[in-house]
């Protein structure tokens, strides 16, 4: 069964520091994996995808990770500020005909960021 | 620039009750998706559009339908409400070419329905 697990589910850290989040995916085959951020009441926004052949990528203060081999990305956030505060959201994309992507997504870490 | 727009942002529904959550674009997206956010859960994915006139289901399609008359509208039906409908919806738009498989989607805010 194809599935993207999340970790930490939630995680609490203090502004200015730097945090990692983890997703662990069994998705095969494999396309690409997309980060996106949540704010709470809204929709998700793609902060970046990667794939297989990409091992990282960065956005700014955020840059993701991938491991193919593993099935492993992770998330770190840099010089955190109170406006990370969100859900982020780990997903994978399965190889696809013209435009059919299938992806699956994972359940969140949600991250708060305390002054 | 609007982006997606979902309409309504909240409702609460009657068991058995009918309504259309409504779902526009304005960026020329040739695909359009409705997704239900479960608390602790994953989006899912209810149905999907390629292009006006063409609808496929998703992984959750059972209690929904949708239609795509126009590039810019894809409104989702709830005929017969029932509790295990209550959820988020969110509505999303992607623009796909030939060989091309690495579409963003843009999501609209959401609509948070309760059916009681």
């Known amino acids: 069964k194809n599935q993207v697990e999340q970790s930490p589910q939630s995680l609490i850290i203090l502004e200015g520091k730097n945090c990692t989040l983890q997703c662990n995916y069994t998705v095969s085959p494999f396309s690409n994996l997309r980060w996106y951020k949540q704010d709470t009441g809204r929709g998700p926004v793609s902060l970046t995808i990667m794939t297989f052949s990409e091992n990282t990528k960065s956005n700014g203060r955020y840059t993701a990770t991938l491991d193919a081999d593993t099935k492993q990305s992770s998330l770190h956030i840099t010089a955190s500020q109170l406006s990370d505060s969100a859900s982020y959201i780990c997903?994978?994309?399965?190889?696809?005909?013209?435009?059919?992507?299938?992806?699956?997504f994972g359940t969140g870490t949600r991250l708060t960021i305390i002054p | 620039n609007a982006g997606v727009t979902q309409t309504p942002k909240f409702r609460i529904l009657k068991i058995g009750q009918s309504m259309t959550l409504q779902c526009a674009q304005d960026m020329n997206h040739n695909y359009m998706y409705w997704y239900r956010q479960d608390p602790g859960m994953g989006l899912k994915l209810i149905y999907y559009s390629v292009g006006a006139g063409i609808t496929d289901k998703g992984e959750v399609p059972n209690g929904y339908n949708v239609s795509r008359s126009t590039t810019e509208d894809f409104p989702l039906r709830l005929e017969l409400a029932a509790p295990s409908q209550t959820s988020v919806y969110f509505c999303?738009?992607?623009?796909?070419?030939?060989?091309?498989?690495?579409?963003?989607?843009?999501f609209g805010a959401g609509t948070r329905l309760s059916v009681l």
């Open positions: 997903v994978v994309s399965l190889t696809s005909n013209f435009g059919n992507e299938k992806l699956t």
């Open positions: 999303a738009s992607s623009y796909s070419r030939q060989g091309a498989f690495l579409n963003i989607q843009y």
